[in-house]
């Protein structure tokens, strides 16, 4: 045996001893290369990407509801001794994750979504179960190992990650996709957690149930949710029921909480749906009151509107439309801060106008794994600010592509209609049932227009056709 080989024996003999790790739900040896020092600071490293990319929603009484919660849950856990920390993300996308080291997120989408404390706690546990069990250890050990990427959860394709605008927000959702098998300890874990907490697990199932029918509702080309982070296991429904089933069955009491209408007082005026400030879409043009601009996007394409960027993708992900901000001060700079950032070849360079404002524009190429990343480039100077346009594509697809991100990126224009720079958000409006009768017939009587019916028995985790009192507490819009 020559040195080489014994060297390498030697150091796969010392990553093996040293990642072998106890699985503190388990408790088995777990092979693992994230070391609990580590975990903890991959979760500090990228909190503030997340919160960056996402933004923070701010509503003093509902963060320190989430931190009460939250802090109580982690105590009664299997990682009692975890600092955790909890979020509320200013987002409209139903989700919520788990990052390493005790970092929980909920977006204010999912938070709307909810009708009772009971479903968020059942949410609560699953994404600390996440932690518990180690499962963002185990999956970034998994994909180190097998040498794919990062960036799971994210609505593009990967193959577009390696893109300088990309990675700041990719690099947030780093570890957020988890395996069937993991989701479905965590659904246990949940159960248990919430039910320790005093909580009626039960809740949890019918929550899923909410989420199966928003799921359906976008249709397999929507914005990513819950189940894109978390891939659904079969019989997830029955199989929570039966959790709590057996673990009350060890715990009896009468008395386990759902709390609906304290949760509903909680979420009372929270905004619903996009936030009008931070962009809107309609009729096939995205609106930005504050930084009062507009530009189209191609019909049928999904729309992905974070506060650092604007992502737009085509159904069969073989293209992405890039919106950001230009930290330089010259078009002439940005155009070269992007071509030194990626390493870009540039085929075209061209300076003109767009709408009266200066622009330049670029074509390059972009070396990938999996062969070449064709580029089209917009830089627009307006007012203070350079905007970036990216339209990409494979090298191979990148024709069939260029003319509509020509059409969309030359037609950016200042916003000047008052309608459009005024228009507020959708907030929910916590109502009173009137008279007894059918969900239908409330929402009728609260306002809700008629083609959004459906959406809002989603939001109330009913069936238009189910039964309401007087007197009872339903969502509608303020």
Known sequence: MNRLHLLFITLMTSLLLSSCARNPVTGKRMFSIMSEKRELAVGAENDPGIVQSFGLYEDKKMQAFITQKGKQMGKLSHRPELEYHFKVLDSPVVNAFALPGGYVYFTR????????????????????????????????????????GLIAGMIVSPQFAQFSDMASQGLGLLLLKNSRDHESQSDQLGVMYSTYAGYDSHEMA?????????????????????????????????????????????????????????????IDGIVYGEDPRQGYTENGVFYHPELKFQFPYPNGWQVNNMPTQVQIVPSDGKALMLFTLAGEASLEEAFNAQVQADQLRVLEKEGFKVNGQQALSGTFLQAGQNGNIKILS???????????FHGMAAEADFGRFESLFVRNFSQFNTLTDPAKLNKQADRIDIVTVSQDGTLKTALNAAGIPSDRLNEFAIVNGMELNDKVVRGSKIKALK
């Open 206 to 266: 019918d929550f899923f149930k909410t989420l199966k029918r928003l799921s359906a509702e976008a249709g397999a080309d929507g914005i990513p949710n819950f189940l894109s982070t978390h891939p659904d296991p079969s019989d997830r429904y029955e199989k929570v029921h039966e959790y709590t089933d057996k673990i009350t069955a060890k715990r009896p009491s009468t008395n386990y909480k759902v709390n609906r209408d304290s949760y509903l007082d909680l």
């Open 109 to 148: 989408g999912i938070m709307a979504h909810f009708n009772n404390e009971a479903e968020f706690a059942g949410v609560l546990g699953h994404e600390i179960g996440h932690i518990t069990g180690r499962h963002s250890a185990k999956q970034q050990t998994k994909q180190v190992l097998a040498q794919v």
């Open 378 to 388: 917009y830089f627009i100077k307006s007012g203070k600010y350079i905007y970036k």
